[in-house]
């Protein structure tokens, strides 16, 4: 019993002085297999240590599942003070990893699983940074959502989060997107999304802003088929390919042709 | 006919002629001769859904309200509420949520616009593929493309009086490219809107009674002898038979032939556009939110009509044509005014242009097939899709959204395009026409060889 | 008028299609009626009204195209013109004038009374709005020494813009009414001072980085609400001011110089100094006057 107890105090006091180290590389549990995994996938670009890379390695096609380590290589920002949040985002949307660098992270097929995602976060959040957020959107305000996501978001995402375009990107629509994705990306500021720190704009606002997201997933539909809630483009197409046609219809019926 | 009903008819008749003395004109009206031709009806559409559009109209002036006064909307609407929006939004939004069957004929209304025009569209390309402009109809077609202009303009003003999000940002890209009009634009601009955008509280008022007075009495008007000169000119016709030529008309008369067809479209018409009030949705403003100079959002486009105009704007590089430090033409001149104004100058020039290059000073009853006029047909298909790829242009950014072809890259595509295409559009139209021509002449020498042969071996 | 044998089989359809609209059209006025619970009440009005409409539509086609006789009938077309007439008309209104000595001055006479009244009948037009008035285009509500503040009315520090993030500022004490003029808001933002290439005569108008641009693009008006922020530089776009209608993407490091879209004019800079408390203040005017740009745009310079 003794011996069992004094291992186990042995193993704590090892694990508590890992954990103090920070740095260093984790040794065990859940952040050691989140190291390994980050040097299977993540060091290409991202660099050992998780301390980013700023130049094109040899051979710079960036990673990409399955490839083996001597055929990564590319350019990525350091993870260092981006936290669990990051992490957690990324991975869980797919963004991460990306297959080639430049493109626009896109949410794809999610590449790991559960307990991979869970070690590759607790890997990053050693280095510091923020914790997964918890958004409560039941607390937010539906109209002040409205207005915060108009003032700062609409721009990029359109009004009902059907998404848009930048010159250079494509902001996407946020009908997958989790509250809790909603909410990393806030922070996060991906690609070129902007940045909105706690300051800008604070967690019961986000609250406010996350339950707004969950609303335009079913925006209320009163007039009858939403089509796609995009506006005029659509309109246009339904004028053109089926009230016209329908009227052409009748004119048909009614009117004779020059062949008959 | 029964014998039962002729009294009633005979007295009633009698009744009317003998206090408006308009039995012979009655008599002439009822005979008034229809050609038949599916494609004539086109403006027949048109006109019901003018119809339509003044019918719920009305029905809408009930619950609008025209002022931008700024109030805190305290409604049901929960996403809205709190938020400080203009007693116009506030009203439609009211109508539209809470009035039962304001729903249902806003959107009818709003359908109807949508389909006025296009119908419009079709009647013009039927008018001009088939030469109906041309002599003695030169005025009636003036008329008609003057109701188009009008209709476009009536359109614009009436979706903006709602004062959502997106047609704010649309209205200040109207006074935008109105200030672009060189000399002027800002003169003219700060005039109409009673000072610098966004306007006095005047400008509301002044665009409601645009949109519900001044423009319906204009095209009421227009239409009123759009329709005139056609009854007095008769309606031109194919020549489908023999018997229709220059000098005589064949047609179904108006009772009691064309009368249940004509009542069938426009009760057809109105039951379509109904159908579509009721079950799609079209501009849900309650979702875009209230208009603020410093607000926007992505994927603002216009209704389709104006849908060229926005490509347009876009398509155009950057620059102000600036000499010697002197701006004298804005940029948003080139694709929202001067690009307009050639195509609506196209139209109201064309009978003049074609009677002066083919020396045509003949009168027309007889319509031509597209195939018969292959320049026509050529130039109208050019210009056609000229508008066309503009109009395309205007939506390349959903296209880059929802099939990954980069934005910037369809712009550039689109640039050159657009003056390329509809060149070899109008060449291959004016190829098919020669052919389809050639093709009939073969076929009817081949008729005839055929008949020698059946009479000179009897069977 | 020919005289055709009856077609029951049509008068049938007809009358069962009137029937049929009947019901639909009762049908609306008991869904209006009672259907107030009902979610989908717009679109059971409006499949009821329709098929109303539409029922009524199909038993005038049938009445029209099978019950009532419709023949094509041949007749004359209008004579092209009447000479005649036109004759006696030329003749009547030539022969009215035959008292006047002074033709071609009366003519111009009526001419220049028609055309001085017409002018006098549109003047009373010219008060719908403000006419010459080119300084309106200039003015804005920036001062010197006035405070950046948001929508509520809080001033802006300095360390509360951060980079990466954009934030719209109005002038402090507009009323809500003053807001929507097209010179009071901004779009403010940060940038490293290392990445700053401002033209020589912009210079000092940044605050240690912090940039305060027209929120009004200078092509149409439309407010710019995208910032494209890269997270990591030297892997995507550069930072930019970006207007969602036509994509006028405008380079803030640079001065607002446009980079793509059709804006032909530079986004128009405000100076700003950060006090000695920290708020962040203008320090002038903008560089040139806000919004979509007019003839001779660039002569002038705003206004306060």
Known sequence: MRAVLTIAGLAATGLLAAGAAGAAPPKHGLAAYGDHLYGQYCLGCHGPNAAGRLKQPASSTGAAPGRAQGQQGGIGPSLHGVGALAADFYLRTGYMPLRRVGLQPRRGRVFFGEHEIRALTAYVANFGGPAIPQPKPERGSLSQGLALFTEHCAGCHQVVAQGGLVTGAVPPALVEATPLEVAEAVRIGPYVMPKFSQRAITDRQLDSIVRYVEFTKDPPRQGGWGLGFLGPVAEGLVTWFLAIPALLVLCLLLGRRLRS | MTSRGAPLTRRSVRWLDQRTASAPLLRKALRYLFPDHWSFLLGEVALYAFVVLVATGIYLTFFFVDSTKEVVYHGGYAPLYGQRVSEAYASVVHLSLFVRAGLLIRQTHHWAANVFI???????????????????????????????????????????????????MGLAIGYSVGLAIPFVGENLMNWLFDGMFPGSEQLWPRMYIAHVLIFPVLIAVLLTLHLLLVAMRHHTQFRRTKAQTEHTIVGIPAWPGQTPRSLGLLIGTAGVLFLLGGLVQINPIWLWGPYHTYSSTNGAQPDWYLGWLIGGLRLVPSFDLTIAGYTLVPNPFWGGAAFPLVVFGFLYLWPWLERRFTGDQAFHNLLDRPRDAPVRTAIGIAMIGWVFLVFLAGASDRVDVTFGLAYVSQIWVYRVLVWVLPVLFGLIAWWVCRELQAGERVLGERHEAEAEARLARPL | MPALPPNPGAELAALALLGLSSLAALGFILIYAFGASLPDETQLLGASMGLALLFLAAALIVVGLRLVPSEEVAEAYPPQEHPGEQQVIAEL????????????????????????????????????????????????????????????????????????????????????????QMAASLVVIRLDPAQLDLPPDLKGYDAHGILAYSRICTHAGCAITLYRAPLFQPAEPKPALVCPCHYSTFDPATGGTVTFGPAGRNLPLLPVFVDSKGFLRAKGNFNGPVGPSWWGVRMWKAQP
């Open chain 2, 118 to 168: 296009a119908a419009i569209v079709l009647h013009l390309f039927r008018i001009f593929f088939t030469g109906a402009y041309r002599k003695p109809r030169e005025l009636t077609y003036w008329l008609g493309v003057t109701m188009l202009t009008l209709a476009l303009l009536e359109a614009y003003v009436g979706y903006s009086l709602v004062d959502d999000l997106m047609s704010g």
């Open chain 3, 93 to 180: 209104v030539d022969e009215s004038g035959t008292r006047f000595t002074r033709r071609r001055l009366f003519k111009l006479g009526l001419l220049g009374a028609g055309g001085t009244l017409g002018l006098a009948v549109l003047t009373p037009a010219a008060s719908f709005g403000p006419l010459f008035h080119v300084g309106d285009f200039l003015r804005t509500p920036w001062r010197r020494g006035r405070r950046l503040v948001d929508e509520h009315g809080v001033p802006y520090r300095a360390a509360d813009i951060e980079r990466n993030d954009f934030y719209l500022a109005f002038p402090e004490g507009v009323s809500d009414e003053e807001k929507e």
